[in-house]
């Protein structure tokens, strides 16, 4: 097997390893499944009651995404905002870092009060959640712009806008992709919790649900599904930005 | 021309901020400087004696602290829409093209931006031409990246002139380049010059290649920066490569090179 074949399969090894490692430690010394289900055990269940974990997936799945898309065009427009003025960059900053310091999870209550049960809530803590590393990384990519490239521009005469456009955004175009495998994955993460207390449909409320009728094997099963929904969408996302930002990736995949 | 010089610099000084400003520190000091239509001078200097800060002037992206500057009869107040300009880091925008890094001034210029999309096919002929007199040729579609420095910095020059400025200003192109890519490079611009006679301003260090190319050198002093001497080159032209040999252009060099020692020299002197 050369280098090549073998890194694009070790992911899968691993998994293969991980897995059969989980299976022998369950099997070897008799884990009962109300604590720790095997692979196996988590397989039968998702099988076995797939027609339900598919509905409460594709919830899962459209709310996150409705967050997301809401984190990308809030995000890129306020780190728009601020990356283009300093002083918009100064007033805002601190202010947004306190805010992403504070646990999206303690949102849920208040969102619950707000937009009651339901899709409300979730689609507000997944663009909560994941709004934040859009932002700072369209920010991040316009403040950095090389005053030499801005240079190049302004001794033509261009406008604020013109730099912004031709340099400014091209130029973080990077970042945000970058940004966008980050917070896809907040998403997921922001979504499922608010599901747990404030939904009756979705991943975490078959987690939550699951879990209390001992149904261990199927709350496992609600786990992989959100992982691998989440990794998808990570790798859909990264051969995004590699296809369109190539210019910024030479090192790895040009001549 | 409504006016005999092109460029007319009267008694300008620069401090870059209002500290400075009061505390008398000037960048540059009292330039005077007249240059006709057409004209291509040098600027050589030590390094750190403000000949960047002269080019920010002529462009008018800084404006002077005193005294007042004229290019092509109108006070310059603003950034310049008549000047191309090429730095010594080439500066081609990494994700665009060959091709499209040398539109972008077509992008951003009237009154060509205005008409950018109705006349696209005219100006990428244009590009295409430009760029193979500087030898560029077949390497349009190619990324920044894929190209050597030297070609980078002539697609640099190529940019710089694509909206036919009457002004060249040249800050150090080829400071970065290996001897022989420096000396191509320097007919390159010299026959794009005679063709087109648009004005240069060449600020360099290489004394060289400011007698070379340039019908006036001037020698800029450092701390503060003023311009101490003014040595017109009265080498026949067109000059080739093989005048750079010849006793008379190594004398002028000699010369000038006389003139930043002193000036070195009389840093050291003031600093201790």
Same mark, same amino acid.
Request: charged share 20%; proline share 5%.
């Given at each position: 097997m050369n280098k090549k074949t073998l890194e694009t399969s070790a992911p899968w090894i691993l998994l293969v390893l991980t897995l059969l490692i989980w299976q022998?430690?369950?099997?070897?010394?008799?884990?009962? @499944? *109300?604590?720790?289900?095997?692979? #196996?055990?988590?397989?039968?269940?998702?099988? @076995?009651?797939?027609?339900?974990?598919?509905?409460?997936?594709?919830?899962? #799945?459209?709310?996150?995404?409705?967050? *997301?898309?809401?984190?990308?065009?809030?995000?890129v427009l306020l780190g728009f905002v601020i990356g283009s003025s300093r002083l918009a960059y100064a007033a805002v900053y601190p202010l947004m870092t306190a805010f992403n310091a504070l646990p999206k999870a303690a949102f849920v209550p208040i969102l619950v009060v707000w937009f009651g049960i339901g899709i409300g809530p979730a689609i507000l803590t997944a663009f909560l959640i994941s709004f934040f590393p859009i932002m700072v990384n369209i920010a991040t990519g316009l403040a950095t712009l090389e005053p030499e490239l801005e240079d190049?521009?302004?001794?033509?005469?261009?406008?604020?806008?013109?730099?912004?456009?031709?340099?400014?955004? !091209?130029?973080?175009? !990077? #970042? *945000? #992709?970058g940004s966008l495998k980050v917070a896809i994955t907040l998403a997921f993460v922001g979504t499922t919790v608010s599901e747990m207390t404030a939904a009756n449909e979705g991943i975490g409320y078959l987690l939550i649900s699951a879990g209390s009728a001992m149904q261990m094997g199927l709350a496992f099963s609600g786990l992989v599904v959100v992982g691998a929904m989440a990794m998808v969408m990570y790798e859909l996302f990264s051969y995004v930005e590699k296809h369109t930002t190539a210019w910024a990736h030479r090192g790895t995949n040009n001549e | 021309m409504s006016t005999? %010089?092109?460029?007319?610099?009267?008694?300008?000084?620069?401090?870059?901020?209002?500290?400075?400003?009061?505390?008398? $520190?000037?960048?540059? /000091?009292?330039? %005077?400087?007249?240059?006709?239509?057409?004209?291509?001078?040098?600027?050589?200097?030590?390094?750190?004696?403000?000949?960047?800060?002269?080019?920010?002037?002529?462009?008018?992206?800084k404006k002077p602290s005193k005294g007042q500057i004229m290019v092509d009869g109108q006070p310059v107040?603003?950034?310049?829409?008549?000047?191309g300009m090429a730095f010594q880091a080439p500066s081609l925008l990494p994700w665009r093209t060959t091709l499209d890094n040398v539109l972008l001034p077509l992008e951003i210029v009237e009154p060509f931006r205005s008409q950018f999309k109705q006349r696209k096919p005219e100006f990428v002929e244009r590009a295409r031409k430009l760029l193979h007199t500087v030898g560029l040729g077949g390497y349009e579609d190619k990324f920044p990246w894929q190209l050597s420095g030297g070609m980078q910095q002539r697609a640099s020059i190529c940019r710089a002139l694509i909206h036919e400025p009457k002004m060249l200003l040249l800050d150090e192109p080829f400071g970065a380049l290996d001897a022989f890519t420096r000396e191509e490079l320097w007919c390159i611009l010299?026959? +794009?010059?005679? /063709?087109?006679?648009? %004005?240069?301003?060449?600020?360099? $260090?290489? +004394?060289?290649?400011?007698?070379?190319?340039?019908?006036?050198?001037?020698?800029?002093?450092?701390?503060?920066?003023?311009?101490?001497?003014?040595?017109?080159?009265? +080498?026949?032209?067109?000059?080739? +490569? /093989?005048?750079?040999?010849?006793? /008379?252009?190594?004398?002028?060099?000699?010369?000038?090179?006389?003139?930043?020692?002193?000036?070195?020299?009389?840093?050291?002197?003031?600093?201790?």
């Open positions: 022998g430690i369950c099997s070897f010394f008799n884990v009962s @499944e *109300f604590i720790f289900p095997s692979p #196996y055990r988590i397989a039968q269940q998702t099988i @076995e009651f797939s027609d339900v974990i598919a509905a409460h997936a594709w919830r899962t #799945y459209w709310v996150t995404m409705a967050g *997301f898309g809401l984190a990308i065009v809030v995000g190049v521009l302004r001794v033509l005469g261009a406008k604020r806008w013109d730099v912004l456009v031709k340099v400014g955004l !091209p130029r973080s175009m !990077p #970042y *945000f #992709y | 005999p %010089n092109f460029v007319d610099f009267q008694n300008v000084w620069l401090a870059y901020n209002d500290e400075l400003l009061a505390q008398n $520190h000037f960048a540059v /000091e009292d330039i %005077n400087l007249q240059v006709k239509q057409g004209e291509f001078i040098a600027i050589v200097g030590p390094s750190g004696c403000g000949k960047s800060t002269f080019m920010k002037l002529t462009t008018g992206l107040t603003g950034p310049l829409k008549i000047s010299r026959d +794009l010059w005679t /063709e087109q006679k648009f %004005n240069v301003i060449l600020v360099t $260090h290489d +004394l060289r290649e400011s007698v070379f190319l340039a019908d006036t050198v001037y020698v800029m002093s450092k701390s503060p920066g003023r311009f101490v001497v003014k040595r017109e080159i009265d +080498l026949p032209r067109p000059r080739d +490569l /093989e005048v750079t040999y010849t006793p /008379e252009f190594t004398s002028i060099v000699h010369d000038l090179r006389g003139h930043i020692g002193a000036i070195r020299k009389a840093g050291a002197v003031i600093n201790q």
